[in-house]
Each structure stands twice: as C-alpha cells, then as structure tokens.
C-alpha cells in the first residue's frame, strides 16, 4: 500500500513538472504580444530572407522620385503661382492646362532617371541580403511631435494628385504590408523617446512610383512586405536625423531602408520656366553641397547635414524642406556607415540626386563609382 502510494506521488510530481515547463516556455514564447518588450530578432526570425540564409547589415538607399507626371512643359500661370506657399500635409501635383501631361516617370522610359532607377534596384535584388522596406517619403508627414506608420497588413495605393488622364489612377503595384515590422519600428522609436502611433494608410507616389521602376512587378519584382513610415511635420533636420538613428537597428535584421525625396525640389521656377532644362545655379550649387554633406566622414555629418538648412540657396533649392528631410534620416539610420553618391542630374530648378548609405556585400564587387551628368 505505502509503495504503491509512493509510485502515485512521484508519477504525479513528474507530470506537474513536466507540465509547468512546457507553460513557461509558452509564456515567454508569446509574452512580447502581451505588453513584454520584444527585441529586433523577434521580428528578424518571423519573416525568411529572400532568397538567402543569413543576414548582414543592409545599405540605406536615397532616391529622387520625380513627380507623377514627368514634369509637364507648360503650365498656368495661376497653378505656379499656387504652388509659390505649397501647404503642408498631402501634397498634389498642379493640374497642367495647355497641354496634356506628360508620361509619368513610371511610364517614361526614355528618361535618364527611369535607367538609373532599373540599374539600382537590379543592384538591391541582387546583391543585398533583405526580408522587409520600411520607406519613408516626402508625401506623409504626421505631426511635428508623432510619426505615423502604416501597420496594417494590406493596403490600397494613394493617388495624391489631380488632373490627369484616367490610367494614373488606375495604376496598379503589388505589396503587402507587414504588422510586425510596424511594432518593431514602434518599439525602436519609443526606446529613443520618438512618440509614434500605427495607422492604416496606402503608398503614397513617393514610394510606388519609384518602386514600381526599382522593382517592376514584371522584371525584378520583390515578395518582401513594405512598409512606410512618415516623416515629422517639421523642419528640424536634427530631428529627422535622430529618427534615422532610431531606425538603424533594423539594418542589422534585414530591413532595408530607402528614404524617398528629391535632391533639388522648386517647382514654382520649374513651371515658371515653361519647359527650360537649363541647371538653375542654385541647383547646381545645393546638388553640390548635398554630395558634400552626405560623403564626409560620419562623425561630422550630422553638423554638415544641419549646415544645408542655413545655406543662402536652401530655400531656392526647397521652398519647402519635405522632399530634403528623408535624406536626414537616411543619413541618422547610417550611423558610421559612410554615404555616396551614385548619381545626379539636373534638370532646370530639380535634381535627381540619388545616394547610398554604407558598403555592398563583399561578394557584389563591392562601391561602384558615381556617374554625373548635368542636363543642359
């Protein structure tokens, strides 16, 4: 009887222990899902790479974007002089009266930009280890103390502007968004002290435009969610420069981060000029000064990236800062990765300046060499 009731006691403790260790392990395993600060490497081991086994760091890619239409040649009078004090939040293209638009760059093929941006997306798909794009445009701003972020797991596309034919706003480009990577981002911010909310929201024409030339669904098409963060509605660089900072640990788990603006943005002058490509000199000069401040040495970038908004020819190059600001944070997000410049071209008061924050893998050839050209 006494032995049998020893049997009893032990078979009994054994399964209580047995049991008690398979809910620990459950409760660690989804205790970041009820309030438990969840680490980047949470996110890394929930999505597989594309078509790789392991991680490295990933570059930081900025790109000039262009407008929806490829800058149509004549205007009104009435829509430059509109766009002279642009308003701040969802900004829109102009609607062009004398003649009809333009192809958009999406479709304009035969411009130097639309080769340029087939090149370095063929450069990210083949040759960067990456599972997710958090991008960030000049078309979303939150306020000027919280950022938005899309986390919702799909999303419609934005058509944020107004007065073209038909097909531009039946455009069509592929992507699912990814609530992980959104909370991940979140946590990144709240740990710098960043006040960030989620929010559900389409791509806006600062990321499928380019996106759809970077990685066409047809020829280099990409499978990774993407999701977009907003800018601040502020002209602080040396906030959107601490906004890359926060962000940069997602580099070291396969998040790929490309910021999405324009080098030089007047388009008051550009309508005004009806058509003219010749540089602007403070084109020239702000696209010079931008190369310089992103290529110094890392530890004095920040002070070189503050230096642009006191330039004389800053508010020429920009009447507003939104398309300058998200190469702010691509350079924070770089931390003491060096930046280069890839390429650049000016076209009358614009420039497609497009940059890249940090080295390509070993086995890719490693820096390829800048290519300028300047549009008479």
């Known amino acids: 009887m006494f032995l049998g009731r020893t049997y009893f006691l032990s078979a009994f403790l054994a399964v209580t222990a047995v049991a008690l260790a398979i809910l620990f392990r459950s409760f660690w395993a989804v205790a970041p899902a009820l309030g438990g600060r969840a680490s980047v490497k949470q996110f890394g081991s929930t999505l597989k790479t594309r078509n790789m086994s392991t991680t490295t760091r990933t570059p930081v890619y900025f790109v000039s974007h262009g407008g929806v239409s490829i800058f149509p040649t004549i205007y009104s009078p009435a829509a430059a002089s509109a766009l002279s004090v642009p308003s701040r939040g969802l900004r829109t293209t102009p609607t062009p009266t004398n003649s009809p638009p333009q192809p958009n760059i999406k479709y304009d093929t035969a411009h130097p930009a639309y080769a340029r941006l087939t090149a370095l997306g063929q450069e990210i798909t083949s040759t960067i280890k990456f599972k997710a794009i958090l991008v960030l445009s ?189 190469v702010f944070v691509g350079a924070g997000a770089a931390k003491e990765d060096r930046g280069v410049r890839l390429w650049t071209m000016c076209e009358g008061s614009v420039s497609w300046g497009m940059f890249r924050f940090g080295d390509l893998p070993a086995e890719s050839g490693g820096e390829k060499e800048a290519e300028e050209v300047t549009a008479a």
């Open 138 to 326: 000049a078309h979303w701003e939150g306020s000027a103390t919280t950022l938005s972020i899309n986390s919702a797991p799909s999303t419609p596309l934005i058509y944020d502007f107004g007065g073209f034919p038909s097909h531009y706003y039946k455009a069509k480009y592929p992507h699912t968004g990814s609530p992980q990577l959104a909370q991940s981002a979140l946590r990144l911010l709240a740990d710098a002290g960043i006040s960030a909310k989620p929010a559900t929201r389409g791509l806006d024409h600062g990321v499928w435009v380019p996106f759809s030339i970077l990685f066409n669904p047809e020829t280099n098409p990409v499978s990774v969610p993407i999701v977009q963060l907003s800018l601040f509605d502020s002209d602080s660089g040396d906030a959107h420069y601490s906004l890359g900072e926060a962000l940069a640990p997602l580099r070291d788990e396969g998040v790929l981060i490309i910021v999405s603006g324009q080098a030089v943005h007047n388009l008051p002058d550009f309508f005004a000029s009806r058509g003219s490509l010749k540089p602007r000199d403070y084109a020239l000069t702000f696209d010079e000064a931008l190369k310089q401040a992103v290529e110094s040495e890392p530890a004095e970038r920040k002070a070189k990236m503050g230096g642009l908004l006191k330039r004389g020819d800053a508010r020429k190059a920009h009447p507003t800062f939104e398309h300058l600001l998200p």
